[in-house]
């Protein structure tokens, strides 16, 4: 079986809710078992600033699924949280991106691995420092890379 780490976001119809029902849907995924939870953060919106604040978090299962049977997996739970897709970048009930899988580099048309954007972003890499710290991205750690960025800070909220 293969590691990988899921990020989870969400900005709309309670997103605190919204995660604790995806990380529960997460630990119940097909010949899978999640071996790792982050704590929620909230975080201001990267992108239009014109929406509600983020709640994010990251997740590791260990999986036999392959990464599109796994990322099919994770477009299930979205639509089952009745996401909706207005704009681009717009706010969402539910967000699951499939961050990093077993090391591999890969692009597929559906999928890219790792995420490309995941090094860019603090609301990945501090919750990934938390359950992850020695998870080597290109060589760096998440926590160096996500003390490289000028993002806005986030905030770790009680478990
Ligand atoms: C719109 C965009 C880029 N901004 C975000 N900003 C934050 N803080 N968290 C997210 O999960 C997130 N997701 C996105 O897709």
Request: charged content about 20%; overall charge positive.
């Amino acid at each position: 079986s293969a590691l990988a780490y899921i990020g989870l976001g969400s900005n709309l119809a309670s997103p605190r809710d919204q995660l604790a029902r995806a990380m529960a849907s997460l630990a119940a995924l097909p010949v899978s078992e999640r071996v790792a939870a982050s704590s929620l953060y909230a975080s201001a919106p990267v992108g239009p600033q014109d929406q509600p604040d983020f709640i994010n978090a990251v997740v590791a299962v260990r999986t036999r699924l392959s990464p599109l049977a796994l990322l099919d997996q994770l477009q299930a739970i979205e639509q089952r949280h009745r996401r909706v897709r207005h704009r681009h970048w717009g706010p969402r009930t539910l967000d699951l991106d499939l961050l990093w899988f077993a090391g591999l580099n890969c692009r597929f048309p559906r999928l890219t691995l790792p995420h490309p954007e995941m090094i860019h972003r603090r609301f990945v890499l501090e919750p990934l420092a938390e359950i992850a710290p020695t998870l080597s991205l290109g060589g760096e750690l998440p926590g160096c890379l996500a003390n490289r960025l000028e993002d806005q800070p986030l905030q770790r909220l009680s478990a």
